[in-house]
């Protein structure tokens, strides 16, 4: 099976902005910026991670706002516009 690569040189590079997906041949390198190409399966598992960690932190940040939204809204309720 063929494995396939991107290339992450955003804003530099046409496959990058496309999200072109670049067969693997002996080199990883992109044909067109000449960067280290990222495995597919390495990027999706990174992606996982990057998902992974804002979940954690959208949780935890997400508490805090909360308490933060309702003393906000509480202040709002006795400072009318
Ligand atoms: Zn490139």
């Known amino acids: ?3 396939m690569a991107v290339c992450t040189n955003f804003g530099n590079c046409e496959t990058a902005d496309k999200q072109e997906k670049v067969p693997i041949a002996q080199e990883t390198i992109c044909p067109i ?3 280290e190409l ?3 399966s390495d990027t999706k598992l990174v ?3 990057k998902v992974g960690l804002v979940f954690i932190l959208v949780l935890l940040i ?3 706002c ?3 939204t309702q003393k906000h809204l509480m ?3 006795f400072i009318p516009d």
């Open 38 to 40: 990222i495995p597919v």
């Open 62 to 64: 997400g508490g805090g």
């Open 1 to 3: 099976m063929q494995r």
């Open 66 to 68: 909360r308490v933060l």
């Open 33 to 35: 910026c000449g960067q």
């Open 75 to 77: 202040v709002r309720m």
């Open 47 to 49: 992606l996982f991670k």
